[in-house]
C-alpha cells in the first residue's frame, strides 16, 4: 500500500466503468487521427483499454486471496519478496488472474463499438498485408442486410463467438486445475 499503488488501483476503478464507445472515441482521436487511417493496431489499442483494469482488478484481488501462512512459511524459508512472489503467491493466485484474463477476453471479443470507431473501416492489417476482420463488427454489418446468405453468416460468426469465449473458459478451468497447490 503506497500512493502510487492507490492511483493506480483508483484509475483501473475508473476505467472499468468506461463505456466502450467512449475507448473508440479515445482512440480514435489519438491514433487513428494521428496515423491518418483505421487500423487494427487502432482497434487493438482500444480493446486493451477496456482489458486492462478487468485483468490488473483480478490479480489484485487473487494476490491478496493468497493465504498469510503461505507468504510466512515462504519468508521463514530464507526466501526473498521476489522468490515468495515467482515461487508461492503467483502460483496460487494464477487460476484466478487467468480467470480474469479470460473475462477480459470475452468482454473485448464481443465488443463492436470501439472497432466502429478504430478499424471498421481499415482495407489492411499493416497497409500490405491481409485485411482487417472483427467478428463483432462483421455480426454488426450482416444482421441487418436483406440478404440470407449474410444473415446466415452472422449467426455463425455469433456462434463462432460463443464458442471461442467457452473454449476460453474451459482452457481456463483446466489450467486452474494443473497450477492447484
Do not use: H
Not at 440470407?148 to 460468426?157: K, L, R, S
Request: proline residues 5%; aromatic residues 8%; charged residues 10%.
Amino acid at each position: 500500500d503506497n500512493k502510487v499503488s492507490d492511483i493506480a488501483r483508483f484509475c483501473a476503478k475508473t476505467m472499468t466503468g468506461l463505456p466502450s464507445i467512449i475507448a473508440g472515441v479515445i482512440v480514435f482521436t489519438a491514433v487513428v487521427l494521428a496515423m491518418g487511417t483505421y487500423s487494427a493496431w487502432a482497434g487493438g489499442i482500444a480493446l486493451s483499454l477496456l482489458m486492462i483494469p478487468v485483468v490488473m482488478l483480478t490479480a489484485e484481488e487473487a494476490i491478496k486471496m493468497v493465504p498469510n501462512p503461505m507468504r510466512e512459511a515462504a519468508y521463514g524459508m530464507g526466501c526473498t519478496k521476489a522468490q515468495s512472489m515467482t515461487k508461492v503467491i503467483l502460483p496460487v493466485a494464477l487460476p484466478a488472474i487467468i480467470t480474469g484474463v479470460v473475462l477480459a477476453v470475452a468482454r473485448a471479443a464481443g465488443e463492436t463499438a470501439p472497432l466502429l470507431f478504430t478499424a471498421l473501416f481499415s482495407n489492411y492489417w499493416l497497409r500490405t498485408q491481409e485485411p482487417t476482420a472483427s467478428l463483432a463488427v462483421l455480426i454488426y454489418n450482416f444482421s441487418g442486410m436483406p440478404f440470407e446468405n449474410q444473415i446466415e453468416m452472422a449467426w455463425t460468426a455469433s456462434l463462432i463467438l460463443v464458442a471461442l469465449v467457452f473454449v476460453l473458459n474451459m482452457l481456463s478451468r483446466a489450467v486452474g486445475r494443473l497450477t492447484k497447490v
